[in-house]
């Protein structure tokens, strides 16, 4: 007697709940193909994952950078926020703060493809950002990312080119 | 349009609320999951609960699932579905935080996204609360129509 009194408020609950996990996938999965930043449905490695955390993010000499800069083989990547950016940064550069470095991965292959090098920096020996932001692009399979360590101090006081602005 | 029963019964009123607030919660981290797809696929990989081969899959698949439990909830169409699909994903949660924090992981919680904090036991005193708005939900429910004629 129980059971005829649930089942027909059960019944319609569950076909409501179906409904939406279905839509939602249906979503999920279409959403994931259309979109740049889209990643493999079944692609997860964690052996993957664990070679990329452990692997060491190579640097790059100030020298070295900015031989390249002269060559326009590589595109300097400011970590810092906006603000800073805006403040000063060396001329070229893309700001890209680590949260948002996903959504560049797209872009960023296009230009890997072209055979740029792509150099992270921020402010300061200790600043994190710059690591961060090439762990993340890393991460999304960007290649020949370095890290130019203490990047922006040390381009400054080499009297390099700088921009201010927001782009 | 009028306003009528309001704001009277307590609990229908209660459930509208609880119902609105479960909505804003399951749009906050759904969005912020479906911007960052690889970061959630780590947070979920940190659990040590799942196999690889569906960590990318829920990674996609999650977020959008909340944002739209988070429109049904707001609209208020297939809201008891909704609501015990809300109230499962809270006890999956709790239940994924519990086993973890008595392994003494110390990972990121993942619930919003990759900037949310570590795990701890006020992430699954929080996970119950909403389980427990989410059962609120669906046995009390009335309806945006309850309260506009």
Known sequence: MTQNNLSPKLYPTFREGSIILAVALFIAVVFNLIRPAGINMFGFSSAALIKEQQAKIPEISLWEAYSLYLKNKVIFIDARDPLSFAYGHITGAINIYPDDAAFYSAKLRIKADQGFIFITYCDGPQCPLSKETAHVLLLRGIPNVKILVNGWILWLKAGYPIAKGKK | ?149
Not at chain 2, 61 to 76: D, K, Q, T, Y
Not at chain 2, 98 to 117: H, K, Q
């Open chain 2, 1 to 149: 349009m009028k306003l009528r029963n309001f704001p009277r019964p307590f609990i229908p009123l209660f459930a509208l609320i609880c119902r609105l607030t479960l909505a804003i919660i399951f749009f906050y981290a759904g969005v912020e999951k479906i911007l960052h797809p690889q970061e959630f696929a780590v947070a979920i990989y940190n659990y040590q609960l799942l196999p690889d081969c569906v960590i990318n899959l829920l990674a996609i698949f999650l977020p959008w699932l909340e944002v739209l439990i988070a429109a049904s909830l707001v609209i208020g169409i297939n809201t008891r579905g909704v609501s015990l699909l809300s109230a499962l994903l809270f006890l999956i949660f709790a239940t994924a935080l519990t086993i973890n924090l008595v392994r003494g992981l110390d990972i990121s919680c993942g619930c919003f996204g990759a900037s949310s904090g570590n795990i701890s036991w006020f992430y699954l005193a929080r996970d119950l609360s909403l389980f427990c708005m989410s059962v609120f939900v669906l046995i009390y429910d009335r309806g945006w129509r309850y309260f506009f004629a």
